[in-house]
């Protein structure tokens, strides 16, 4: 009606609207971390998920033979079902880590929201013939104002590979990392938005 007049007020609001994807790497020198990976995983998610406004989703890489990536967490599934595929992941083959974020770039463009956020769970680098494509890929994530964030298990990520990262020197200290994303997750997810009543 373009008249301002039909509203009682105007004022600003905090809002949340954004997409979030967990990538999870499930090479075989994950295997022994793979147990407490899944459990982090899985409160991340159901953490995120229960906050309105977040659309969450998440895969692991490398997938079987047909696909790149085993999908954990869809839109349309829940996060019991997501708890039953986790359990059934094992560590696995290389480090295809270009895949799993080409993955999740393709899953947060599937979202019409305002921010966009992707966190690679890894214990180190990728295949060396994909790191230059890994690096590449997260200076286009954040020229696109996509975040990326490395969580790192053990070994130190190279700030060319991803220059946001978290790094796990001892697994007991996963689950309070895992506490501090969600904290930074929060503070990401938090956007101010003019709301008309």
């Known amino acids: 009606m373009n008249d301002g007049r039909v509203f009682k007020q105007r004022s600003e609001a905090l809002s949340i609207n954004a997409a979030v994807h967990i990538s999870l790497d499930i090479s ?3 295997g022994p971390r793979m147990e407490l990976a899944r459990e982090a995983v899985l409160a991340l998610m159901i953490a995120l998920k229960q906050i309105n406004g977040v659309t969450m ?14 999908e954990i967490l869809t839109q349309s599934n829940s996060a019991q079902k997501a708890a039953s595929v986790l359990t059934a992941l094992n560590g696995h083959d290389s480090t295809p880590m270009a895949t799993g974020l080409w993955h999740s770039v393709h899953q947060v463009f599937q ?14 680098g990728p295949d060396r013939d994909h790191y230059k494509t890994v690096v590449d890929l997260a200076g286009k994530c954040q020229a696109s104002e996509i ?7 053990n ?23 895992m506490f501090g ?17």
Request: hydrophobic share 45%; aromatic share 6%; with cysteine.
């Open 155 to 177: 070994t130190p990520i190279s700030e060319e590979l991803l220059p946001s990262s978290v790094i796990i020197d001892h697994l007991n200290q996963l689950k309070l990392a």
């Open 28 to 30: 075989a020198s994950m």
């Open 181 to 197: 994303l969600i904290c930074f997750c929060n503070h990401f997810l938090l956007q101010a938005v003019i709301t008309d009543y």
């Open 57 to 70: 989703s998440a895969s692991a890489y490398p997938g079987d033979s047909d696909n790149g990536v085993f």
């Open 111 to 124: 979202v019409k929201t305002e921010r966009k956020l992707i966190l690679m769970i890894t214990d180190g």
């Open 147 to 153: 975040d990326v964030v490395g969580v790192d298990i």
